[in-house]
């Protein structure tokens, strides 16, 4: 019955075999309803397995490729790849594997070929992911049907791993450390372990009424904010929340609240201490400059360089580019200038460790003349402010009226730079309730004021002499009961609030150029502390003293330069500081590091032409 179907099938669709056929009775070159026949046979079978393995198929006639266009090998490789990644995109079951590549798409009449599209399977046929992952056993159980052995994916299924023991319980927190294995913190850095110390009892600071406000727009899981902490990066994350909450007006002093808060104060700061450097020196205009100042910025008896270097200079010399240039030479790139200002031949600079710019606010200048007769100004003030974190800082040098009984003019020039010194102008005073209009010190949680006060000693010089002879060690209390300025702060007139350093070095002035002899000159200068360095805090013990001496090495003036070195208090802050964006001079920074390149280089051929000149002798 059905060889005669396929006979008249044969007789209508050709013309070699007239009469209905058998396929038995083919027995010499098939005709073309028996090639018909086969690709029938051929096509059950496909449709029933899918899966079944085939044999490589015959060489394509030229021609009937991609569409009947002739097609090289590489466009070959490149439409399989295609079809391969659509149907692992188009299959629900994620059946695919790297074996069906191999596999070649054939169709009986076809369609497949012309179109480069796999054939899509039924539903029914598809296979489950149940049966990719039971174990053989249960496959076989299942499907022991012979009709559906086809059926069989042709790839081998293994059987399902069996865990050997318990999983260990979890927390229940959803930030545990277990969960979050990429963001461990090694517990041998200190910085995170401080990090991680810290918890929501750090946040010991009293919340102000202002602050009440911002506590809801404020992060409070710090649990979660902590587990997100990378071990790359000692930087806070910053959620998308609290930047559209925060206004950033009122500002805030909490511990996780503040740009400048206690966290980030505690992360750079642990003990809460900045180490600043103070010096002063009257230069006596002169016009060559000391050719190294590591004695002055970097002594060696310090075990570490300080965060801040503060200089101030009176009767500097002419070029005050050239100053500023040296001092950046002798820091090196540790330290960039943040800021200086003039008055005259009044110099005030300001150098900051370069990683701490960025919490420094925007610096603000003032000068004040006490001479307004003189054409050149050498006498006054000059005064720098700035914040830094929280704290507040105000660092004035200044030169007073020189004469050995003018005691009551340098009064006066003392009046008149705390009156008309402006300062603060746009930065927000830490603590208004404290600050007077009368005097710009108090407007300042730390005062640091420094110079040539040229207050003398009230003796005769060959007494002062005497005295010195008879000092022995770093005693200078005989010589120091009769200093004017010690006298005259005790009566409370001048310097109000200030204190001093112990001192335990010789005067300071006036000493012949280049040597350590005091004045030899006719008008023979009596010996006197006319350098000094004071300072005044908003509240007691903020600012420890570390180290106050002077520079014996630096001759090139009369007078020797004084060094302070001083660990002060800091505070969190507060949103409302302007923040300086980390500016500095960064034409002088480069110009700086240049130039110590060049004497390190000359240095070198020095060494090198040494060594080539030496000559060593030999017995023959």
């Not at 075999?17 to 059950?44: F, I, Q, T, Y």
């Not at 500023?324 to 790139?333: A, D, K, R, V, Y």
Request: glycine share 8%.
């Amino acid at each position: 019955m059905n060889a005669g179907g396929r006979g008249a099938g044969g007789a209508a669709g050709g013309e070699s075999c007239g009469d209905p056929c058998s396929l038995a009775s083919c027995h010499e070159e098939p005709s073309v309803n028996c090639r018909d026949a086969l690709l029938d046979e051929h096509n059950k079978d496909a449709k029933l397995s899918p899966f079944q393995p085939r044999p490589p198929s015959l060489p394509k006639p030229v021609g009937l490729g991609m569409g009947g266009k002739n097609i090289s090998f590489d466009e070959k490789v490149r439409g399989r790849r295609l079809r391969n990644s659509q149907e692992s995109l188009t299959d629900p079951g994620e059946t695919g594997s790297s074996t069906d590549s191999l596999k070649e798409d054939t169709s009986s009449n076809g369609q497949g070929l012309a179109s480069g599209r796999p054939l899509d399977l039924p539903p029914m046929e598809t296979p489950s992911f149940r049966i990719r992952t039971d174990s053989f056993s249960e496959t076989d159980n299942e499907h022991s049907d012979p009709s559906k052995e086809r059926l069989k994916p042709s790839r081998i299924i293994l059987s399902p791993l069996q865990s050997t023991g318990t999983y260990p319980p979890l927390e229940n927190s959803a930030a545990s450390t277990s969960l979050r294995t990429t963001n461990r913190i090694d517990r041998d850095c200190l910085d995170y372990s401080a990090v991680g110390r810290r918890g929501r009892g750090s946040e010991r600071l009293q919340r102000k009424l202002s602050d009440s406000r911002l506590l809801d727009t404020m992060v409070s899981d710090n649990d979660s904010v902590h587990s997100m902490k990378s071990t790359y990066s000692v930087l806070n994350p910053i959620r998308p929340r609290d930047v559209r909450n925060r206004s950033f007006l009122e500002g805030s002093v909490l511990g996780n609240g503040a740009l400048l808060g206690a966290e980030e104060l505690d992360r750079y700061f642990p003990e809460r201490r900045l180490g600043i450097y103070v010096a002063t020196w009257n230069m006596q205009g002169g016009k060559g400059l000391p050719c190294n100042l590591d004695d002055l910025l970097l002594p060696t008896d310090t075990d570490f360089a300080q965060d801040v270097y503060v200089i101030g200079v009176q009767e500097g010399c002419p070029d005050r580019r050239e100053w500023e240039i040296h001092l950046q030479e002798t820091l090196g790139p540790y330290y960039v200038m943040l800021y200086a200002a003039a008055h005259g031949v009044l110099y005030l600079t300001v150098f900051v460790r370069r990683d701490l710019i960025w919490f420094c606010s925007e610096v603000e200048h003032a000068t004040v003349t006490t001479r307004i007769i003189s054409q050149i100004k050498t006498k006054g003030a000059v005064g720098i402010g700035f914040t830094f974190f929280g704290t507040s800082f105000l660092f004035i040098t200044s030169h007073f009226t020189s004469g050995d009984s003018k005691v009551y003019e340098r009064i006066l020039d003392y009046n008149k730079i705390i009156e008309a010194l402006a300062l603060p102008r746009n930065l927000p005073d830490t603590n208004p309730y404290r600050s007077t209009t009368s005097d710009v010190t108090t407007r300042f949680d730390e005062v640091f004021w420094f110079g040539d006060f040229n207050f003398r000693l009230n003796k005769a010089r060959g007494e002062v002499e005497a005295i010195l002879n008879q000092v022995t060690g770093a005693d200078m209390s005989p010589l120091l009961q009769h200093d004017q300025l010690l006298k005259e702060m005790k009566e409370g007139s001048i310097f109000k609030g200030f204190q001093e350093a112990s001192i335990y070095f010789p005067p300071t002035y006036k000493f012949d150029i280049g040597c350590d002899v005091y004045d030899t000159t006719t008008k023979q200068r009596t010996p006197s502390y006319t350098d000094r360095i004071l300072y005044r805090n908003r509240q007691a013990d903020d600012i420890k003293v570390v180290k106050y001496m002077s520079c014996l090495s630096i001759k090139t003036s009369d007078h020797r330069p004084v060094i302070g070195m001083f660990q002060v208090k800091l505070r969190p802050g507060r949103d409302n500081i302007p923040l300086g964006a980390g500016q500095f001079d960064r034409s002088l920074y480069l110009e700086g590091i240049r130039r110590r390149i060049t004497r390190e280089l000359n240095k070198r051929e020095a060494a090198m032409k040494i060594q080539n000149n030496s000559t060593v002798c030999t017995i023959s």
